[in-house]
């Protein structure tokens, strides 16, 4: 999460880590993203990040592949969320329209 939130700086990413229930420090996290994940992160938010195309409410961030695509983290789970509905009802349709076929060939067979 601090990887991909890294252009917000330490600042607002203790903040965001507040949102999610996780007391930290913005000095605890520019520490722990130093020492565990070698990344010096900046104080405030950097340039380069553009409003969510699809919420414009919050920030698409280039260093991420959600930012590439334009979405803030959010709205790309939710589109990754549909992509994976989508898939699980196309395989749904496509066993059953097998069933169906299955079917129409052992009656046929039945009926000779
Ligand atoms: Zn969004």
């Given at each position: 999460m601090v990887r991909q939130h890294r252009e917000d700086g330490y600042l607002m990413i203790s903040e965001l880590m507040r949102g999610r229930g996780l007391d930290r420090s913005p000095e605890a996290v520019k520490v722990h993203a130093r020492k565990h994940m070698g990344l010096k992160l900046p104080k405030y938010p950097t340039g380069g990040l553009k409003p969510c195309?699809?919420?414009?409410r919050f920030a698409a961030r280039p260093s991420t592949q959600a930012g590439r695509a334009g979405f803030c983290p959010s709205c790309w789970d939710k589109r990754k969320t549909e992509a994976y509905a989508e898939g699980t009802e196309e395989l749904r349709a496509k066993r059953a329209y097998d069933n169906e076929r299955k079917l129409r060939k052992t009656i046929k067979r039945k009926l000779r």
């Open positions: 195309i699809q919420c414009g």
